[in-house]
């Protein structure tokens, strides 16, 4: 994961290793360093500049303070900046409300059903909860099937009605069967399409506003960087999410979405995608993905 900005980011640190003491200097060459190495993993310029900005400033000002060496001061100047700038502490979803209601969001292929199910795995595995899977994607059949198939995988049930074209009434139905069958918690899968577009946006503010759901999440594949962020902006403006699933973390991703998110769009990361299996989901703790960065 971040391969390459890992390697860039401790070349970066290096700079300062050997050298007995913090100059103006020496940080700015550093600081320039770890600027390219954040702009390489395709985050957006603006974000690097002021990273390198802040880190800058308190290497400055901390370094009369601390007994750290340089390096190490550095290195964890950064880590901090870093998890700031992944949002700081993790972000759990609610669970409130009987049943309480998700609402998954994203365009299609960004792994949505997949999560869907994985959450619902995810959810199953804690006892308490007793997932439904709905499947709100009304033109295309397969999408339904995709999470016939992942429901049977995890044995969580999935509603779903192919003759239902209207989607806010699906979700209503889906969230009614759960009330009736005993689920207590609902996720509900819904159509993406390949770009954002008008109709789309809209119909999934009609689902949000007529079922008010407790967690709207808004799913989005890692590996498309500034594109991510780019879609991540748009849905917001329309959804005012609650929080953000960054899927597909095990591939060959830059970091960029991971990095720019959270201050694009203000919203938590609350959950990252591993793979394609069902048990591929972690809670997303900032810390523990700047220090995974910073190795
Ligand atoms: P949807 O159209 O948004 O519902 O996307 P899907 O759930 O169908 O996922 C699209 C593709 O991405 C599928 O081939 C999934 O197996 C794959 N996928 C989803 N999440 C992950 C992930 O975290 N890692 C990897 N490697 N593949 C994923």
């Given at each position: 994961m971040f391969d390459?900005?890992?390697?860039?980011?401790?070349?970066?640190?290096?700079?300062?290793?050997?050298?007995?003491?913090?100059?103006?200097?020496?940080?700015?060459?550093?600081?320039?360093?770890?600027?390219?190495a954040l702009l390489d993993a395709d985050v957006n310029f603006k974000i690097a500049k002021e990273f390198t900005n802040t880190v800058k400033?308190?290497?400055?000002?901390?370094?009369v303070l601390t007994s750290l060496q340089p390096g190490q001061l550095m290195v964890k100047i950064v880590k901090d900046e870093?998890?700031?700038?992944?949002?700081?502490e993790s972000e759990g979803i609610s669970l409130a409300g009987d049943p309480a209601v998700i609402l998954m969001s994203g365009l299609q292929g960004s792994g949505k059903t997949t999560f869907s199910g994985k959450l619902a795995n995810f959810l199953k595995s804690k006892k308490t909860k007793n997932p439904l899977?709905?499947?709100?994607?009304?033109?295309r059949p397969a999408a339904i099937d995709q999470l016939h198939v992942v429901g049977e995988q995890i044995g969580v049930p999935v509603y779903s009605d192919k003759d239902n074209k209207d989607p806010v009434s699906l979700a209503?139905?889906?969230?009614?069967?759960?009330?009736?069958?005993?689920?207590?918690?609902?996720?509900?899968?819904t159509?993406?399409?390949?770009?954002?577009?008008?109709?789309?946006?809209?119909?999934?503010?009609?689902?949000?506003?007529?079922?008010k759901p407790q967690e709207t999440l808004f799913v989005v594949d890692s590996m498309t960087g500034q594109d991510a962020v780019n879609t991540a902006k748009a849905f917001n403006e329309v959804l005012d999410f609650d929080g953000v699933v960054l899927t597909k973390l095990d591939g060959d991703t830059r970091g960029g979405a991971a990095l720019s998110i959270k201050s694009v769009?203000?919203?938590?990361?609350?959950?990252?995608?591993?793979?394609?299996?069902?048990?591929a989901i972690d809670v997303f703790y900032p810390s523990r993905m700047a220090d995974r960065i910073l190795g």
């Open positions: 390459n900005l890992s390697e860039k980011l401790d070349k970066a640190l290096h700079v300062l290793k050997g050298h007995g003491q913090i100059t103006e200097i020496n940080v700015a060459e550093t600081t320039k360093e770890v600027r390219r400033e308190k290497a400055l000002g901390q370094n870093l998890t700031q700038l992944m949002g700081g899977l709905v499947a709100c994607d009304v033109y209503k139905a889906g969230i009614d069967y759960a009330r009736k069958n005993g689920h207590n918690v609902v996720i509900i899968d159509a993406g399409r390949l770009a954002v577009d008008q109709q789309m946006m809209t119909e999934i503010a009609n689902i949000r506003d007529a079922i769009v203000d919203k938590p990361i609350k959950f990252i995608g591993t793979g394609e299996k069902m048990d």
